[in-house]
Antibody, heavy 118, light 114 residues
Framework: EVQLLESGGGLVQPGGSLRLSCAAS????????MNWVRQAPGKGLEWVSG????????FYAESVKGRFTISRDNSKSTLYLQMNSLRAEDTAVYYC???????????WGKGTTVTVSS | DIVMTQSPDSLAVSLGERATINCKSS????????????LTWYQQKPGQPPKMLIY???TRESGVPDRFSGSGSETDFTLTISSLQAEDVAVYYC??????????FGQGTKVEIK
């Protein structure tokens, strides 16, 4: 069964850092691009960052560019999101999602909650 | 950036009646090389992650009830629930993947029972 399991969320002060992880299983992780998508409380879905299977090419939303870094360890089938200089508006549930060969996000994790507050 | 706009923001439909959600992209998301529209529809219920319903604008994911259908091309798309069931109460999002992995979402449409 294809599964994604996020971890690493929590409460952090403004200006702080967190690293999220997404453990993948049930598919050949290195063959697929992956995304991070977030959802602020009571709000819609926002694409945050994406990375190709090789890990070489990465993409970021303007709202997080320069503060967040996406990476992956294909030997561990794990996706990461390093979040620095966190702001209150980064408070959200963060989902990782697998991107199918057809370009759509076909598998999602259950999410991990990040709260930025003093 | 491609901007996705859904309408309406919410709708209330009687059980067994049709629900229609529209999604408009700021530019064509039709890939002329394979004639596929890179438009995906997701359903999200409270406390759950999004669930993919339809991809390439009109291809239903395996296991999705056939009361869900998608249509449209280039910039204008529609999700139709032909006969609303109680379990369809959710927020529905469209998302473009024309320049995947970048993928902007519509703002969401909340579907409720009238």
């Amino acid at each position: 069964e294809v599964q994604l399991l996020e971890s690493g969320g929590g409460l952090v002060q403004p200006g702080g850092s967190l690293r999220l992880s997404c453990a993948a299983s049930g598919f050949t992780f290195s063959s697929y691009a992956m995304n991070w998508v977030r959802q602020a409380p009571g709000k819609g879905l926002e694409w945050v960052s994406g990375i190709f299977g090789s890990g070489i090419t990465t993409f970021y939303a303007e709202s997080v560019k320069g503060r967040f870094t996406i990476s992956r360890d294909n030997s561990k089938s794990t996706l990461y999101l390093q979040m620095n200089s966190l702001r209150a508006e980064d408070t959200a549930v963060y989902y990782c999602a697998k991107i199918s060969g057809g370009g759509y996000m076909d598998v999602w994790g259950k999410g991990t909650t990040v709260t930025v507050s003093s | 950036d491609i901007v996705m706009t859904q309408s309406p923001d919410s709708l209330a439909v009687s059980l067994g009646e049709r629900a229609t959600i529209n999604c408009k992209s700021s530019q064509s998301i039709l890939n002329n090389s394979n004639n596929k529209n890179y438009l995906t529809w997701y359903q999200q219920k409270p406390g759950q992650p999004p669930k993919m319903l339809i991809y390439w604008a009109s291809t239903r994911e395996s296991g999705v009830p056939d009361r869900f259908s998608g249509s449209g091309s280039e910039t204008d798309f529609t999700l139709t629930i032909s006969s609303l069931q109680a379990e369809d109460v959710a927020v529905y999002y469209c998302q473009q993947s024309y320049n995947t992995p970048r993928g902007t979402f519509g703002q969401g449409t909340k579907v409720e029972i009238k």
